[in-house]
T-cell receptor, first 116, second 113 residues
Framework: GAGVSQSPSNKVTEKGKDVELRCDPISGHTALYWYRQSLGQGLEFLIYFQGNSAPDKSGLPSDRFSAERTGGSVSTLTIQRTQQEDSAVYLC??????????????FGPGTRLLVL | KNQVEQSPQSLIILEGKNCTLQCNYTVSPFSNLRWYKQDTGRGPVSLTIMTFSENTKSNGRYTATLDADTKQSSLHITASQLSDSASYICVVSFSGGYNKLIFGAGTRLAVHP
């Protein structure tokens, strides 16, 4: 596909369960970002991958959150022992080369997570 | 603290009218400022990107301005259309090895016929 895709589009889970969210970036994009968007809030940076470099995990809110990127392409965001406050839209974005002036991040449609 | 604040939170206008959305930021060191449009249920889509030296940039009926001295930006929408109904997000990038983005909470615009 031409754009960033994410799956599932919606996820309802019970408190305490683990969830995995998937992101397929645009082919050839080396940078990949995960964000969280809570209702009425701005996007919150979670984690950044760039090529084979160590990811920037500074935005992950707790050790229940982790992410990996296999083969420099597909990424999975895992939330363990989900809590109700984890309910949000999780957005993935990718960009080409190093994110710099003129480069733009292309966003996927997001995964809406609801923790009951 | 790096922050981006937008106003108003929400806005309703009639089709064909113009409107201006505001963005104030306290991000430093500043790299560039972007405006994104986010339709309901979709990811944000970039409208404009401006660097420190640019004062204005247009994309069709959208015109963004930047005053780096006062750290303010505006997005002006001309001759609004129903399809302009969306959230408009101001995003400021600061340089920290790579351009990290700080997002505003957005302005929700509703264009009514």
């Amino acid at each position: 596909g031409a754009g960033v895709s994410q799956s599932p589009s919606n996820k309802v889970t019970e408190k305490g369960k683990d969830v995995e969210l998937r992101c397929d970036p645009i082919s050839g994009h080396t940078a990949l970002y995960w964000y969280r968007q809570s209702l009425g809030q701005g996007l919150e940076f979670l984690i950044y991958f760039q090529g084979n470099s160590a990811p920037d995990k500074s935005g992950l809110p707790s050790d229940r959150f982790s992410a990996e990127r296999t083969g420099g392409s597909v990424s999975t965001l895992t939330i363990q022992r989900t809590q109700q406050e984890d309910s949000a839209v999780y957005l993935c974005a990718s960009s080409g080369l190093l994110e710099g002036v003129g480069e733009t991040q292309y966003f996927g449609p997001g995964t809406r997570l609801l923790v009951l | 603290k790096n922050q981006v604040e937008q106003s108003p939170q929400s806005l309703i206008i009639l089709e064909g009218k113009n409107c201006t959305l505001q963005c104030n930021y306290t991000v430093s060191p500043f790299s560039n400022l972007r405006w994104y449009k986010q339709d309901t249920g979709r990811g944000p889509v970039s409208l404009t990107i401006m660097t420190f030296s640019e004062n204005t940039k247009s994309n069709g009926r959208y015109t963004a301005t930047l005053d780096a001295d006062t750290k303010q930006s505006s997005l002006h929408i001309t001759a609004s259309q129903l399809s302009d109904s969306a959230s408009y997000i101001c995003v400021v990038s600061f340089s920290g090895g790579y351009n990290k983005l700080i997002f505003g909470a957005g302005t929700r615009l509703a264009v009514h016929p």
